[in-house]
């Protein structure tokens, strides 16, 4: 094989990797200044109520909390984006990782790169696009952004379900 030759099939290689959302390139791996990661905080819940502070997506921009449930711990995103603000389910069953970065008007998962429409949280490119983030519904009251917990599960079970 000549080197030209080695070179188009080594690209063709990384292009296929990309588009399969299997490599940090173009993740949040590889964060612009237009990106923001999620920061942990903690949630409270108390009987069928969840709530985080709104002040810690105002003063982040993105979040993430676990939540336990009878059915397990589940994890949640909450995000500012275009003045309003999101709460979904956190998870990305086929390549099994919590986290996803702001980038723009979009979500990228942590690990697998796989990118989602930040309003509506649909898939649009990348290996695990089959599985839309599910928006939780939630209210702000006393400073706090409430979601009963039974929301949190079904956001969560819709998830993990291929769509």
Not at 48 to 73: A, C, R, Y
Request: aromatic share 6%.
């Amino acid at each position: 094989m000549n080197i030209k030759l080695i070179g188009m099939v080594l690209l063709a290689i990384a292009v296929s990797l990309m588009v399969a959302g299997c490599t940090d390139i173009g993740s949040s791996g590889k964060a612009n200044a237009s990106s923001v990661k999620a920061t942990w905080i903690n949630a409270e819940v108390s009987a069928d109520q969840v709530s985080i502070p709104l002040s810690s997506v105002e003063e982040n921009t993105n979040v993430h909390f676990k939540v336990n449930s009878d059915s397990g711990e589940i994890a949640v995103m909450a995000y500012k984006f275009n003045d309003e603000i999101f709460v979904r389910s956190n998870v990305c069953p086929p390549c099994n990782s919590i986290g996803f970065t702001l980038e723009k008007d979009t979500l990228v998962c942590d690990s697998c790169g796989t990118v989602f429409d930040t309003a509506t949280g649909a898939g649009i490119g990348g290996g695990c696009v089959s599985f839309p983030k599910e928006s939780i519904p939630y209210t702000v009251s006393d400073g706090n952004i409430v979601m009963k917990l039974d929301d949190v599960v079904i956001a969560h079970e819709k998830t993990v379900e291929i769509n």
